[in-house]
Antibody
């Protein structure tokens, strides 16, 4: 059974960086993209980008380019998303999701990680 | 850039009624890449429909999707109390994903 388990909630100050982890199990980690999607309080879903664990190739949404970094550690089947230069607008629940059916289709989701940015 | 517009914003219906949710694209899209998600309160999104009309594993057959071109529809044939959620459509193009704004389904 596929599982994606994310790291715990984070509280950060404006200007800081946050790194969220996503530990996977139940499928071949190298064969499927990991997507990151965020959701601000009371708002809709916003796609941030994906990473291909097999090549470490990435595609970031234009909005986040320059301050987002996605990485993987295949030895522990874990993906990471780091977002820098945080502002209050980055307060959101961050989700990782695996493209298991199709690489482009986030179909197995983590439980979400709340990141709060406040002075 | 493809923009997905969902309507209505909120749908309030009684149990057993039919729910019809719309997702309109700003330009013609490939139905193979049109997806629907369900997000129940306080939970992560769940894959509901992909390829515009294929139900994901474990999704009840009261959920159905259809459409082509610019107009897509998610139908819940007989609304159940556990269907209370926000429903999002999503499209994949040029290696990027875009989501619609969502439709909230409530029970009267």
């Amino acid at each position: 059974q596929v599982h994606l388990v994310q790291s715990g909630a984070e509280m950060k100050k404006p200007g800081a960086s946050v790194k969220v982890s996503c530990k996977t199990s139940g499928y071949n980690f190298n064969d499927h993209y990991i997507h990151w999607v965020r959701q601000a309080p009371g708002q809709g879903l916003e796609w941030m980008g994906w990473i291909n664990p097999n090549s470490d190739g990435t595609n970031y949404a234009q909005k986040f380019q320059g301050r987002i970094t996605m990485t993987t550690d295949t030895s522990i089947r874990t993906a990471h998303m780091e977002l820098s230069r945080l502002t209050s607008d980055d307060t959101a629940v961050y989700y990782c999701a695996g493209g298991i059916l199709q690489k482009w289709l986030p179909d197995q989701w983590g439980q979400g990680t709340l990141v709060t940015v406040s002075s | 850039e493809v923009v997905l517009t969902q309507s209505p914003g909120t749908l309030s219906l009684s149990p057993g009624e039919r729910a019809t949710l719309s997702c309109r694209a700003s330009q013609t899209v490939y139905s193979s890449y049109l997806t629907w998600y369900q997000q129940m309160p306080g939970q992560a999104p769940r894959l509901l429909i992909y390829g515009a009309s294929t139900r994901a594993t474990g999704i009840p057959d009261r959920f159905s999707g259809r459409g082509s071109g610019t107009d897509f529809t998610l139908t819940i044939s007989r609304l159940e109390p556990e269907d209370v959620a926000v429903y999002y459509c999503q499209y994949y193009v040029n290696s990027a994903l875009t989501f619609g704004g969502g439709t909230k389904v409530e029970i009267k």
